[in-house]
């Protein structure tokens, strides 16, 4: 079965590699997005849009928006049309639960997907996909991956989700029925090749991997959720994730005119850089490569310090003379997602460019940035019981999604 | 992606096709059962074992047994020993449905399914795959197949299963919770390279295809029905079927051990010829290939006379003198899976195959055979009510399902 298409070209042409569960960059190099928008054939996201997401929403558009983080888009001006016009969306966005604690990359969409919840006052859905984690890690059972599932539940609904407008699944417990007949509505569109070619899969895989697309893709779909949308079939969907999800959207896309439904929308955003440089993922098989949720103020101190890359020079007489290099300094990457305050941002990054505020400056500033979005998480999650889970989690319509 | 080991041996080797989509053979021979079984590696139904079914169910084995139209097997021995220890079983079949009508041929494992329900007194499990036939058929919607199951099961009911021992179940229904639990570890065990060797897909097929095995799998494991065996996870399982669906099972009981699961037993029938002759399946696209549950006794009668194959010599002169060759006339072989009295059969193959009985008069009394039964069935399913569909088809406990 070739899986040539799509992973041998992003290869060979783009020497690196991004699908869902693989980022690299040949020697280390930066990975380059624009090279992926022309890669993925997604769009970017340019000013005209984010001030028309600020002139829409009647609020400052958010720090992801600003910054770029969240850089490219397919078809977000459609969706700005339609509700332009008066026709609301629905979210979507989901996560893979792989390990008991989230890392603050893993928080990125959910706080801007949250951010869109609330500046367009339109109901979000988020799939849990167990099932995917189950298929994909040899040794992890049913059991667990749904327990997973839960507790990742748990620091999702601590970015501050308002349960009358969002719909928590877990695709274990959720899918049967309209959803299913959907996810195979799409199956029967989409041949092995062309799934081996996205995915990169190979005849030795398991037939599990191949099943699973279509379960991510049916979400995309208001008749996935019968008991949200019984009576709003043509609602357009927005998917905000992390441009490594492009694949499975664009089989999405492909397939939805030929089942009679809108292709959904997208709002992509970059990876969040491991602590040790901007080459690739955070990966949890290292703890020292991430600031995790519930890190310690201590183990946050430490880590920074420690691992987070810098691009100051090797001695403060080099510092002072050539300034830090901001391209590869993670703290200054790290400000850029969080640090909210866009004027002391520029004031850092000026100083610091210039080598007037060394790297110890900078990584403090970080360091009580995290501390504070850490201990903010931690004492959400805290408030999360398992009746808030079980609320999120009901089937259920949601009367007043759209106000 | 390779498709050889199987499908390739199959035809080359034995100069014949046999998979869950495709019967034929070579040159229109008649299909080799010794090959099949030594080809699938199952064993042959012997008469010890039919004299132990009599024994344990203390009635008559059925006429199917008794003539071999249930020829092969899978360790029913080891159904048999623990039925004799006092543990109990369950049965499962199931059906494509594939158009409003059933061919008597259809009607064998329902039967025979039913005789097995009433001799060891044990629950059925009956899968309507309903998501496979919209899989497979190009321009069968969602909502089309999900009414030909219901259509099919009032022919399955008819057929007279008892509704205290008995659950029906549509695919596009029931599958999700456990039951899909199941077919995602299921099809965690069976690579892409396996399922295209069992069934013959390839590159262009599309995923639905591949998705589908793990949910014909799925029903052999009792923990896929929480509300009839939630108490019972270790009950074993016992599926009559033709041989075509053996490629399935020989999947299912390679990955039972692997997810720690009993092997489920097969008890497998011959292929029902067509009325022209038996080197196939009857098709559902040539009407007077079969005879229909719903044809009347004039079609009954006009389809026999013109369309069975008879053995029977072209004039009455050769006829008596050489006999009819019993090999392969149709009338017999149809009177040898529906004319009880072995007796009456006796003497039939006896003179008809001396030539002192003519093609006619066995003919004549294949239409009264059939006629009945179709009248039979006629009478039972006109008595199906929709509320009827409903209770077998309801989620709910069996109660007395072991008595």
């Known amino acids: 079965m070739p899986s040539e298409e799509v992973a041998v070209v992003v290869e060979e042409e783009f020497q690196q590699v991004v699908t869902p569960w693989e980022v690299s960059s040949k020697n280390g190099e930066k990975i380059n997005y624009d090279k992926i928008i022309h890669q993925f054939g997604c769009q970017r996201l340019d000013k005209s849009l984010i001030d028309r997401v600020q002139r829409l929403t009647s609020r400052p558009p958010h720090v992801f928006l600003r910054r770029g983080v969240f850089f490219a888009h397919r078809d977000l001006n459609e969706i700005l049309d339609a509700y332009e016009n008066g026709d609301m969306f629905y979210l979507y966005t989901g996560r893979g639960p792989s390990s008991d604690s989230l890392h603050i990359g893993h928080l990125i969409p959910f706080m801007f997907t949250k951010y869109l919840q ?54 274990f417990d959720y899918v049967g029925g309209k959803f299913r007949e959907n996810s195979l509505r799409i199956g029967k569109c989409v041949t092995l090749n062309k799934v081996a070619s996205i995915f990169g899969l190979k005849g030795e895989d398991h037939i599990g991997k191949v099943s699973f697309p279509p379960v991510q893709a049916a979400p995309s779909f208001p008749s996935s959720f019968p008991h949200l949308f019984e009576n709003h079939q043509n609602l357009r969907c927005l998917i905000p994730c992390a441009i490594d999800q492009d694949p499975y959207f664009r089989m999405t896309r492909d397939v939805a005119p030929k089942i009679g439904y809108n292709k959904p929308s997208l709002i992509e955003s970059t990876f969040f850089p491991a602590l040790q440089g901007e080459s690739g993922k955070m990966s949890a098989s290292d703890p020292n490569s991430a600031i995790y949720v519930n890190d310690t103020a201590k183990s946050i101190r430490n880590k920074i310090y420690h691992y987070a890359f810098s691009g100051g020079q090797d001695s403060i007489e080099n510092h002072h003379k050539f300034g830090a290099n901001l391209e590869v300094d993670i703290p200054i990457k790290y ?51 398992d009746e808030m889970v079980d609320a999120f989690m009901a089937v259920r319509p949601l009367p007043n999604m759209f106000r």
């Open 335 to 385: 400000l850029g997602f969080f640090l909210e305050d866009d004027e002391e941002l520029e004031h850092i990054r000026r100083e610091y460019g210039a080598g007037r505020m060394l790297t110890g400056e900078v990584k403090n500033r970080l360091i009580e940035v995290l501390t504070e979005i850490v201990e903010r998480h931690r004492r959400a999650r805290a408030a999360v019981t």
């Open 118 to 171: 609330d500046a367009f006052k339109v109901p979000v859905v988020i799939q849990l996909t167990d099932d995917e984690k189950f298929m994909w890690k040899d040794n992890l059972s049913v059991e667990k991956s749904k327990e997973l599932a839960r507790e990742n539940a748990k620091d999702i609904i601590a970015c501050g989700f308002n349960i009358s407008r969002t719909f928590i699944f877990s695709d």
